[in-house]
């Protein structure tokens, strides 16, 4: 029987033999989710937190959310989906926690850290294991993806790199709007002044470009931030 009086972390890590870290925020999210009785989808994280008798409040904020010892803090405005992987995070921010207070496998920059803590959030509202039944049934490309992400409560974005992080095929997800190169010069938006007519006219043709994009580890092909795709091409007409 575990202790509701101990931190999560800190029943986890008593008899956990450490690999790497990102093995690490794995198997505390599992832990996690075992312990409470969680293991469904959508991940019941009212019951994690019942578990171990953290609390959740629920407030308009500066930032997504932070901890304060077992107490999560919830930025109201931000959607449901948004909501849940901050409360997701902040449960991976109490491992950092006691890792630092037992001054044990030390997590080198904050960078990182938040890296760790986003992919522990990730498998806990993805159990690895449901997201691959979930998919196997409904496929992996964007129907899938869609239909998971509904079923989990989370953003298509997270969902998809969840999937992406499976490697189960080469695939590459990203998120494409129109807009201009940098060093492109827009008379329109910039007040520069124009020989005649208006400046609207002399503005360059607005590309479909790349903003962000992620790949499959075994994907080799590599897309670039503002490429872009020429309006007269069928790829142009299909991603509009």
């Not at 760790?116 to 993806?145: N, Q, R």
């Not at 709007?177 to 008379?187: A, L, M």
Request: glycine share 4%.
């Amino acid at each position: 029987m575990l202790s509701a009086n101990l931190l999560p972390a800190e029943s986890f890590l008593e008899n956990y033999s450490f690999s790497n870290h990102q093995s690490l925020f794995r198997d505390y999210a599992n832990f996690l989710l075992r312990v409470s009785g969680a293991l469904e989808l959508p991940v019941p994280l009212e019951r994690i937190r019942g578990q171990f008798e953290i609390e959740k409040y629920e407030a308009s904020l500066d930032r997504r959310g932070f901890l304060l010892s077992k107490n999560i803090f919830i930025n109201s405005d931000d959607a449901r989906s948004v909501q849940r992987f901050t409360e997701a995070h902040e449960l991976m921010e109490i491992l950092v926690s006691t890792l630092k207070n037992k001054e044990i496998h030390p997590i080198p920059n904050p960078d990182k850290k938040e890296r760790l803590c986003e992919y522990g959030a990730a498998e806990l509202l993805m159990p690895t294991s449901l997201v691959k039944s979930t998919i196997s049934e409904t496929g992996w490309g964007l129907s899938g993806a869609t239909q998971l992400a509904n079923r989990c409560l989370t953003s298509l974005t997270a969902t998809m790199r969840k999937i992406l992080s499976l490697d189960i095929s080469p695939q590459i997800f990203a998120i494409l709007r129109e807009g201009y190169k940098k060093s492109q010069v827009v008379p329109s938006s910039v007040g520069q002044g124009v020989l005649w007519g208006n400046p609207t006219e002399w503005d360059p043709d607005i590309q479909l470009r790349v903003w962000k994009h992620w790949r499959s580890p075994q994907t080799k092909l590599l897309l670039c931030k503002n490429e872009s795709f020429d309006r007269k091409t069928l790829s142009y007409s299909l991603l509009k």
